[in-house]
């Protein structure tokens, strides 16, 4: 990786990956691409350019007019706004992934793109659920992120792209709040404990879910990209996890830090039946072996430093 571009800057992943990418290769070095433009960071303190994903002949020409060798596909819609928006779900994340590979084909770039646990479905076994497995998923966003997982491995083995991917639990981060996902609720209730010393959950106490700080989602990115392709028996996509827990026991965690903190439940039907349609807990262990993946954070250093972190950005 040398010249980075990434769609979908903005987004959550995106604005903090932009961040970490520019320091590390260079801020000269990371193109940042995004539908939308806004006074921030990933507009301001490196080059920037307004791209839809869906403008093949576009993404083309900035990947190749920047010199690019590696595509970072981030724009996609998450999995609560697919499911009330299945055809655009199906047009935006379908459309834009099958650009972005053709980009990469042409250009012959390196390529990543997020999948998720979205990806699993109500017949997919429920704990410790192993890196291959049964993909049935009852969610459009799902339907998405299989079929992007297996359009990623159609362009290794046909036309030799370098695609790499990890299935995404929830993550959690205080700088961009995610939008439109099921594991929200675990970014939400963070603000609104601090807020309010309380917090409404639409997702049912006893679900669990996995979930990752995003800092460790990040370094799980370069530490994937960087990976020796020798050693890769998995492309698209692995399983990556640092914990898994149900509201009662982030409620629990909050309350080490704010001991009167409140928590109720409001249940929303369609998140919910997302929710329980994911695993529990997912098996990372071909993520450990294949290119040394490693969880920093688990949930009480997760609750910790987003307390701090969230404290001192909402004075
Ligand atoms: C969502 O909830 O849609 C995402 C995900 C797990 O992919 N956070």
Redesign the pocket.
Known sequence: MKRIMITGALGQIGSELIVKLRDIYGAENVLATDIRKTDSPVVNDGPFELLDVMDLENMRKLAKDFGADTMMHMAAL???TAEAKPLLAWNLNMGGLVNALETSRELGLQFFTPS???AFGPSTPKDNTPQDTLQRPTTM?GVNKVAGELLCDYYFQKFGVDTRGVR????ISYVTP?G?????YAVDIYYKALEEGKYTSYIEKGTYMDMMYMPDALQAIVDLMEADASKLEHRNAFNVTAMSFEPEQIAASIRKHIPNFEMNYEVDPIRQTIANSWPDSIDASAAKAEWGFKAQYDLDEMTKDMLEKLATKMK
């Open positions: 998450l999995s609560a998720s646990i979205g966003y995404f639990p929830g993550l995610p439109g996902g099921t594991t929200d």
